[in-house]
T-cell receptor
Framework: NAGVTQTPKFRVLKTGQSMTLLCAQD?????MYWYRQDPGMGLRLIHYSVGEGTTAKGEVPDGYNVSRLKKQNFLLGLESAAPSQTSVYFC?????????????FGPGTRLTVT | GDSVTQMEGPVTLSEEAFLTINCTYTATGYPSLFWYVQYPGEGLQLLLKATKADDKGSNKGFEATYRKETTSFHLEKGSVQVSDSAVYFC????????????FGTGTQLKVEL
């Protein structure tokens, strides 16, 4: 049981390049999330999904797109990377159960845009 | 909107010292409250949680009590260890709406021998 995994762990992009971050979970969770973590700002929600085929915007969605074609995968895309998108990206998942739902986090992807 | 405010770090303590990390929240309803911990180079892990007023969450010697009257959820530990060195995040979640978490900015704790 691997939990939540993220690919890649590190990446350096040039301004204007595109890339996709992959998140996979093997816990059969309904909900999945993408956050970015920046110094002094905590974690901010980019996009999230409440089920296969659904996505919704979070607090800071601009410049990112997401897809949830399979329940276990949640992809985060950057179409034209900018230096402001230099950050650590975390994926998380949670189950649909009761009123209090713990989120399980992946190890993160460190992205640098030059 | 909903928000979480926690004390700024870094906090540096000697081993076996008492720890308090303050956390207050603003929410339109009655949120669930969480403390997450992030060890160096890792993702976040749930440390403890509380779902209603006066609930006390506890785990690994850490405790936090949901205080509705002061809108607070302060994290405490009686005797810290070097292995507790990490970044601690307070967070809230409102029921429904995808169970999204709103995080504080995090407090870095460093415990020295």
């Amino acid at each position: 049981n691997a939990g939540v995994t993220q690919t890649p762990k590190f990446r350096v992009l040039k301004t204007g390049q595109s890339m996709t971050l992959l998140c996979a979970q093997d816990m059969n969770h309904e909900y999945m999330y993408w956050y970015r973590q920046d110094p002094g700002m905590g974690l901010r929600l980019i996009h999230y999904s409440v089920g296969e085929g659904t996505t919704a915007k979070g607090e800071v969605p601009d410049g990112y797109n997401v897809s949830r074609l399979k329940k276990q995968n949640f992809l985060l895309g950057l179409e034209s990377a900018a230096p402001s998108q230099t950050s650590v990206y975390f994926c998380a998942s949670s189950m649909l159960q009761g009123l209090v739902v713990e989120q399980y986090f992946g190890p993160g992807t460190r992205l640098t845009v030059t | 909107g909903d928000s979480v405010t926690q004390m700024e770090g870094p906090v540096t303590l000697s081993e076996e010292a008492f720890l308090t990390i303050n956390c207050t929240y603003t929410a339109t309803g009655y949120p669930s409250l969480f403390w997450y911990v992030q060890y160096p180079g890792e993702g976040l892990q749930l440390l403890l949680k509380a779902t209603k007023a006066d609930d006390k969450g506890s785990n690994k010697g850490f405790e936090a009590t949901y205080r509705k009257e002061t809108t607070s959820f302060h994290l405490e530990k009686g005797s810290v260890q070097v292995s507790d060195s990490a970044v601690y995040f307070c967070a809230l979640s409102m029921t429904g709406g995808g169970n999204k978490l709103t995080f504080g900015t995090g407090t870095q704790l460093k415990v020295e021998l």
